[in-house]
């Protein structure tokens, strides 16, 4: 299982970012993906997830309306839409999949809200 992340950076509070995941190695059409956040001394969250086909998507609601999960599965890839950004919004993101039981996760990116 491979999952690489990328699109992370610095932006102005209210700006936005697209995240990409490209995943490889296990059945990526048919798993759920997640998009999970860690801030500094904090637990890792979930922050987004959406189902094999793209049907059912989840959001917590510290990011709801603001936030949007979608999928490309010619590509192998899991996006993340980040709209209307807040400084509380920093942390190291992470692409994540369970596979037989196992949590898989990326390398992550940083993203940074700060004026």
């Known amino acids: 299982v491979q999952l690489v992340e990328s699109g992370g950076g610095l932006v102005q509070p209210g700006g936005s970012l697209r995240l990409s995941c490209q995943a490889s190695?296990?059945?990526?059409?048919?798993?759920?993906m997640n998009w999970d956040r860690q801030a500094p001394g904090k637990e890792r969250e979930l922050v987004a997830r959406?189902?094999?086909?793209?049907?059912?998507?989840t959001y917590p609601d510290s990011v709801k309306g603001r936030f949007t999960i979608s999928r490309d599965n010619a590509e192998n890839t899991v996006y993340l839409q980040m709209n209307n950004l807040k400084p509380e919004d920093t942390a190291v993101y992470y692409c994540?999949?369970?596979?037989?039981?196992?949590?898989?996760w990326g390398q992550g990116t940083q993203v940074t809200v700060s004026s």
């Open positions: 190695g296990f059945p990526f059409s048919t798993s759920t």
């Open positions: 959406i189902t094999w086909l793209g049907v059912s998507t």
């Open positions: 994540n999949v369970k596979i037989s039981g196992n949590n898989y």
